[in-house]
């Protein structure tokens, strides 16, 4: 794990420092479409999965209409926003105790996408943020666009907690571009319908399609796992990696697949939203050791058993790992 994580700073400072000197953010949406066009190219010669008749259309059309929406209504919380904020608290953050450049990308970096991991999980355990999170997993054709089908909500949401870590970080425009592309290129690349040689090995360090594919499976015990932007390591360190092939992608029933829809799905609850298992578990046990009088010396069995039973309900059977 050790050797992995040096590898990874190693491989981020020089790619950061590529991104860094990049004239104008102009530049950097010009590369972040190239990629975009060389993974549609990508899946159309080379598909991990093929879509059913008229699939794909209807995806596309979906994500691309979100992405113009939510360009025009968020604009203001966008990353020109965030550069505005990034020009005026560059140095006065804790990243001004950093002297080396080098490291201050790197660190910025680590810090955004663990602040990205800590707020996707979030989307998936708390019921007001997966209504609007639900909107990307509702994808029923995993591919590059996917990774536009974000509801407005969400995206603001994202962007008020990055705005917080740049003013407490004090990070610099031109890292928060780099963070911006670094993360846009590898939410693209998970996100493609593709698979190639090598993926299990990078998965090691960073999330690689094949283990995105089970975040989006229709079954909450696989697709509550990989929360990762970038790198698979905070997956690993924080015990939520699962390595395995969905069945099913998208989400349980019916739902909308065109723009309108898809924003107002975002603001409705339905049956199988996440819910609080600890919560559940510990009412469970408190009933137990109601029954048997809160006599001491079987706090840990009745834990345990409540544990059993509440996951046997909510998920139908044993959440497990199987071999890709």
Known sequence: MLDEFKFSITLLQSYLKWIVNMSSAGG????????????????????????????????????????????????????????????????????????????????????MDLLLYGVHKASHSFDCLWMFHRVHHNDRYLNVSTAFRIHFV?????????????????????????????????TMLHHTNISFRGERFL??????????????????????????SVLSVWDRLFGTL????????????????DLVHLIKYGFTMTPGSPVNLDKMIAEAAYYKAEKRGFRPGNELKDWLEAKREIIGSVYGDKPGKTSW
């Open 28 to 111: 950097t949406a010009l590369v972040l479409f190239l990629f975009f066009v060389l993974c549609v190219i990508l899946e159309s010669c080379f598909p991990r999965e093929k879509p059913q008749a008229g699939q794909l259309r209807q995806s596309y059309r979906a994500n691309i209409e979100l992405f113009v929406f939510n360009s025009f209504v968020i604009s203001l919380l966008s990353i020109p926003s965030l550069l505005v904020l990034a020009e005026r608290y560059s140095g006065k953050g804790l990243l001004n105790y950093v002297s080396d450049p080098a490291w201050k990308a790197v660190l910025s970096f680590l810090a």
């Open 242 to 257: 699962a390595e395995l092939k969905p069945a099913q992608i998208g989400v349980k029933g019916s739902s909308p697949q």
């Open 203 to 228: 998965g090691r360090i960073i999330i690689t399609p094949y283990l995105h594919r089970v975040h989006h499976s229709v079954q909450r015990n696989e697709h509550d796992n990989n929360y990762g």
């Open 154 to 186: 969400e995206i603001v949401i994202i962007n008020l907690m990055k705005a917080l870590l740049i003013v407490a970080l004090g990070i610099q425009s031109a890292l928060v571009l780099a963070n911006e592309t670094v993360i846009t290129f590898f």
